[in-house]
Structures are given as C-alpha cells and as structure tokens.
C-alpha cells in the first residue's frame, strides 16, 4: 500500500465520525459499523497469520476471541482495573491458552487440525454458555462502564471508535513485521516445506507453535476490544458462525495478503449490512459469494486482481 493511500485512509478515519454526523442519516447506527469494522479486521489478521502465512486453516478463532473477551470484562467488570491493563490482560490469557490448545494441535495437519480449532471453538462457546458463575451464561457479562472519555471532552462513541481504529492499525503494523522477522519468514518457508525448512534447520513445531500463539493473540486482542465498544458479553457473539465468517472475509479478500484481509472484511460487513433485513438468505448469499470467488477469484479478490496486473505488466513489453 503506498504512502498516499495510507494518508487518505488515515484521514478518511479521523474525519469519519463528523462526516457520519453531517450526513444526517442515522449516524449512530453507521458509527457503530464504522467501530465494529476494525475489530472484525484485526480478527481477520487473525486469520491470516496462521492460514495465510502458515498454511494451517483455524475455524477456532471465535474461541480465542471469547478468551479476551471475557478476560477483559472480568477484570473490567469485577476486578476493577482499568480498560488498557484489563485488555492487555485479555490478550495475554488468549496468548497462554493459544499455546496450550497449539501444541498439541498442530501435530495434525490438513482437516485434522481444522477438526482439532472447530472442537476448541465449541468448548470455548460451551463453557461461555453453562459456567454461570464467572461468566453469567446465556445472559453474558453486562454493564461495563465505558473509559470516562467525557471528562476529556470526546464524546463516548467517538472515544471508542478513536481507540478501536488505533488498535487496528498498530496490529496491521504489527502483522506486517511479523511477516518480514525471522519468525515470519520461517513460517512461511514451512508451509511451503516442512521438511526443507527443517532441513534448513528450521524448528518447524517451534516456529508453528509461536506463530499459532501469535495469531490468538490478535484473535484476543479484538475479543477484548469487544466489550469496550458494546458494554457487554454474550457467548452468542463467539459460534461457530463467527469463526466461519473470519475464515470467509480472508479467503474473499486473499488468504495470504493482509490488504486482502482488510478488504474481505469490508466487503462481507457490507453485505452482512444489506441483508439484515434478510436474514433467511444470509448463507445461501453468503454461499453464492464463496462460489464466485472460488470460481473467478481462487487467489481471493486482492490476489487475484495483483496477479491479473501483474500478468498485463509482463505482456506490455
């Protein structure tokens, strides 16, 4: 992405919530796509760190995401911290429990470990729903007080919405290195090889299992910004569905490209949106979207349309 694109993202989200409110037509409801969309975007990167860069598909995510969540709203909620040590927290229990599901789960491969994240994701949403004690159950964990951005002078949705959009860029940021550190590059070398990276000597269940924690983290990270932007958490947020959408926003967009990550999620959120109203034809759209992309986009919409250029750049000479 170049320079100048960054910018006039960067000023299309500072400017976003007066452009919401100058045009008038329901801007709370818009500001609260316009929040909820960088955290599904960080879950998406999710994603793409352990599919894209480590060729292991996770339908678990959702699970790691209820790990933050929770985490974060029982020191919010009851242990009193405040939101950024509490959403740290959040993310560090996700890290930890990351590696203790990875280590045995990534000794599987192919549908094996799909089979090893889905049955993750439903323990998380099955404790979620019945340990009714800590985490209140069907009914969820409910008034979170939201940081006291008045006292500042900023309205509480633009406060949350300021925060959620940093977050996402400092993690785009940070998918971004991870590509090019010594780890990134390692994972990538064993998914296209194990056995050549490890004859490299690269420490192939090392390198997976790092990398496995890593992608819970984020996955953490934007279920711990969840209740600062809703107050509440509920397990329906965290089923399997979830964990299929994350999946679906990468392979729209380019499983192993993090533009094809944000892309993919900003299209599925749009058409999350206009089918609300419609929500018995929500996966037959959804199924008919996965069908053309496979179709006519096999490397995602960004991948494809980078190949495409590519390919009319080496027929021009």
């Not at 959403?87 to 599901?101: P, S, Y």
């Not at 711990?224 to 932007?229: E, G, Q, S």
């Not at 037959?284 to 009319?312: D, K, N, Q, T």
Request: charge should be neutral; proline fraction near 5%.
């Amino acid at each position: 992405m170049s320079t100048p694109v960054r910018l006039v993202l960067i000023a299309a989200v500072l400017s976003a919530p007066w452009l919401i409110t100058a045009l008038g037509w329901r801007p709370s409801y818009l500001l609260q796509i316009a929040t909820l969309l960088p955290i599904m975007m960080i879950a998406s990167l999710s994603e793409t760190v352990i599919a894209g860069f480590g060729g292991q598909i996770s339908v678990g995510q959702a699970g790691f995401m209820a790990v933050g969540a929770y985490a974060t709203a029982l020191l919010v909620g009851s242990a009193g911290w405040p939101w950024l040590p509490s959403i740290l927290g959040g993310v560090v229990a996700t890290v930890i429990v990351a590696g203790a599901v990875g280590v045995p789960a990534l000794r599987l491969r192919g549908p094996y470990f799909v089979m090893a994240t889905l049955a993750f994701g439903g323990i998380a949403y099955t404790v979620a729903t019945n340990w009714i004690d800590v985490t209140g159950g069907p009914s969820g964990l409910r008034n979170l007080e939201p940081p006291d951005f008045e006292s500042l002078g900023i309205h509480p949705d633009h406060g949350t919405f300021y925060i959620v959009w940093l977050v996402c860029f400092a993690a785009i940021a940070l998918v971004a290195w991870f590509r090019e550190t010594l780890l990134g590059r390692s994972l990538l070398a064993v998914r296209e090889d194990e056995l050549a990276a490890a004859a490299v000597g690269i420490h192939v269940a090392l390198v997976k299992s790092l990398s496995f924690m890593f992608s819970g983290g984020l996955a953490g990270l934007s279920g711990a910004l969840l209740p600062l932007f809703v107050g509440i958490v509920t397990p329906d947020t965290f089923g399997t569905n979830q964990s299929l959408q994350i999946l679906a926003q990468v392979l729209i967009g380019g499983m192993e490209l993090i533009s094809g990550a944000i892309v993919g999620t900003v299209l599925l959120l749009v058409v999350n949106e206009l089918l609300r109203d419609f929500a018995e034809y929500q996966l037959l759209a959804f199924g008919l979207i996965m069908l053309g992309v496979i179709l006519f986009f096999p490397r995602g919409v960004v991948g494809e349309l980078r190949a495409r250029r590519a390919a009319s750049g080496k027929r021009r000479p």
